[in-house]
């Protein structure tokens, strides 16, 4: 089964009755796991004017399918807090939450956000698919902070929808301070990224919403001479789509040209 990643029909509504401070443009809810604040961070940094966030953290232990299974159950009765609040999208930003249980989970996350808050809905994995058909990608290779088997099913599911992995490997997270995801610094990542075999890939992809990847995205793009997708971009790219928002930003890569 091959889901078909394509932009939903928008049902966001002219509100003509209600004076928006901020979020003029969009106002984007987003549900992310602990700890760290990348994700907000890079997206008030990187969205365009006029385009508003605000946030809910999830206890999180850890990215195994166990510590995401704790995760996700969590998922609707946090959506379920944006009841009322307006808001044009909610994103679930987290990639292995959303795969790890397989084709169609994502499609699953979304309903259940959709259900519970009566706002549309949108996780990381379905940006990142519709990253890689944007890009005409057939192949890429991966690159992660998760364990073995974490990257096992998002291998899976890449290959579920569609998309050959070429190759995919996680990351010695050991030289990092307490070996915290959000505090693998840019030149790690980059250095990480630099020596990925390639060989095959029409895209690099770089997993993980809680690695702060926005500010040297287009950097890298123009030295490993290929395109390059990560979390927060590909979800930073979908968001902005889905509500309309259609600014392009050369520095956060190709994906933002389109």
């Known amino acids: 089964m091959i889901t078909s990643y394509k932009f939903r029909t928008s049902r966001i509504a002219h509100r003509k009755d209600v004076v928006i401070m901020y979020g003029w443009r969009a106002r ?15 997206f008030h940094i ?6 508003s966030f605000s946030s809910m953290k999830m206890p999180f232990p850890g990215p195994t399918p166990e510590g995401l299974a704790i995760l996700t159950d969590q998922l609707e009765s946090t959506a379920a807090k944006y009841k009322g609040q307006n808001l044009d999208l909610i994103v679930f ?24 808050s009566g706002s549309p809905g949108l996780t990381t994995s379905t940006a990142v698919m519709e990253a ?15 364990p073995d088997a974490t990257n096992e099913a998002e291998r899976q599911f890449l290959e579920n ?16 301070p307490g070996r915290r995801i959000p505090d693998a610094e840019k030149p790690f990542l980059y250095r990480n990224s630099k020596a990925m075999d390639l060989k095959g890939a029409d895209v690099f992809f770089l997993s993980c919403m809680a690695l702060d990847t926005l500010g040297f ?27 309309g928002v259609r600014t392009r930003q050369p520095e956060l890569g190709k994906l933002f040209m389109i």
């Open 132 to 146: 890689l058909n944007a890009l005409e990608a057939k192949t890429v290779a991966v690159l992660t902070p998760y």
């Open 161 to 176: 929808n569609g998309i050959h992995v070429t190759n995919i490997a996680g990351m010695d997270m050991s030289g990092v």
């Open 93 to 116: 930003g987290c990639t292995s939450g959303s795969f790890i249980k397989g084709i169609g989970w994502d499609q699953e996350c979304i309903k259940r956000i959709e259900t519970a």
């Open 217 to 243: 995205v287009g950097a890298l793009e123009t030295d490993l001479g290929l395109p390059v997708i990560t979390s927060h971009q590909a979800t930073l790219w979908s968001a902005l789509r889905h509500c």
């Open 46 to 51: 990187y969205a365009p004017e006029g385009v």
């Open 28 to 42: 984007i809810g987003l549900i992310s796991p602990m700890p760290g604040e990348n994700i907000e961070h890079a």
